[in-house]
């Protein structure tokens, strides 16, 4: 038994926000898998133009792709839908032990089409069929232009990894677009139990802006509350979640909720317990994706008090209504926190692009 394993058996399945070719010709990924409890695997953007832009591992694929005459959007898809179609398949073992549930790998649509449904749709389309693994998930954005896309992918049986996810608001929209999806699926006659799909409500960000925000203010209200919006808003969020699924939220017989992930949990403030996000945040049919520094901080450290995210809802309302009145604007943090999060992951793709083009 590991803290990992405590924590699954708190309700809270631990996934690894990190992919690479390297990790997976390594044997490190299947040693997370059986060494560390790791039961899951999101990537996005950023975590793709780190891996393609550093070392070897791809060299000899980009060489065979500049041969085909590839462009970049081209090559960088057929290389990231090959790590992603064998990660799928060393965790396939783990989909299957969990009826489904677990053992998913994440694999997002361009950021750059994030307000564009039409083309969200054709790609989730593509990439569900050119992975071609049934534990696949696609991310979309929870952005207001890709919410009917959301909906679309899943009707048609698409598993679905919900991100960018900061608002209770928006995720409310999240939840919506999800029944609609899983029972437009239904009506279809498609086997709804085997459609999946989680929400990845982001944690860390908030207290990085919030925290800005209160530093600004100055006071000692202000400052008392720093760090704190992020359990808040996400024990809120959880609270949402268990409402709005309760007696199986009237989905359609045989379709399972959609869990709430938590992304965005490696600290930011270094001032912050490495595993502020883990042990203040878990509890019952959740997922929490970890940067593999956060996984190492939990094993060595542990911390993990039981449930705390059932019950919580009336406190974190009094957190968050404090920032508020301390003169914090939540509704702007939100808006602002989505628009940054687009922004940073197409700034991530263009970057990698741009390499990829110069090394075709």
């Known amino acids: 038994m590991t803290h990992i394993d405590e924590l699954a058996g708190i309700g809270t399945a631990t996934w690894l926000d990190d992919l ?27 975590i793709f133009a780190a891996a393609m832009t550093s070392g070897t591992a791809y060299d000899e694929q980009i060489e065979v792709l500049r041969s085909e005459g590839a462009d970049a959007d081209t090559a960088v898809y057929a290389m990231a839908v090959d790590d992603v179609r064998r990660a799928c398949d060393i965790f396939r073992d783990t989909f299957e032990r969990t009826g489904g549930v677990d053992g998913r790998v994440s694999i997002e649509v361009d950021p750059r089409i994030s307000d564009d449904a039409e083309a969200t749709l054709v790609q989730a389309r593509e990439l569900w069929k050119r992975v ?29 990894n919900v991100t960018l996810i900061f608002s209770c608001d928006r995720y409310s929209r999240v939840i919506d ?21 989680v929400a990845s409500f982001f944690v ?3 207290d990085v802006e919030v925290d800005r925000r209160l530093e600004e203010i100055g006071t000692e209200a202000a400052l008392a509350l720093r ?15 268990r409402t709005s699924f309760a007696d199986n939220g009237e989905l359609p017989e045989g379709a399972t909720v959609q869990r709430p992930l938590w992304a965005s949990t490696g600290v930011k403030n270094p001032d912050y317990p490495a595993t502020l996000y ?40 009094e957190v968050l209504a404090a920032v508020e ?19 940073k992951f197409e700034k991530s793709w263009n970057e990698l692009l741009d390499s990829m083009r110069q090394r075709l």
Do not use: C
């Not at 945040?281 to 997922?287: C, K, L, N, W």
């Open 20 to 46: 690479s070719r390297d990790r997976i010709d390594s044997g490190n990924l299947e040693e997370l898998l059986t060494t560390k409890s790791i039961v899951g695997v999101t990537t996005n953007p950023a």
């Open 132 to 160: 071609d693994r049934p534990n696949l998930l696609i991310k979309i954005p929870a952005t207001l232009g890709s919410l009917p896309a959301i909906t679309r992918a899943l009707s048609e049986g698409i598993s679905v």
């Open 177 to 197: 677009a999800y029944k609609e999806g899983i029972r437009a699926a239904a009506e279809k006659g498609l086997d709804v139990a085997g459609i999946q799909s």
């Open 204 to 206: 860390s960000r908030l």
């Open 227 to 241: 760090g704190k919006a992020g359990v808040a808003n996400t024990r809120l969020a959880y609270d949402l979640f």
């Open 278 to 317: 883990v042990t203040e945040i878990a509890g019952p049919q959740t997922v929490n994706t970890m940067p593999e520094p956060t996984i190492d901080a939990v094993l060595a450290e542990g911390g993990l008090h039981g449930d705390t995210l059932t019950d919580r809802a009336g406190e974190a309302r």
């Open 325 to 343: 009145a301390v003169g914090v604007d939540l509704d702007d943090v939100f808006a602002v926190l989505e628009r940054e999060g687009v922004e």
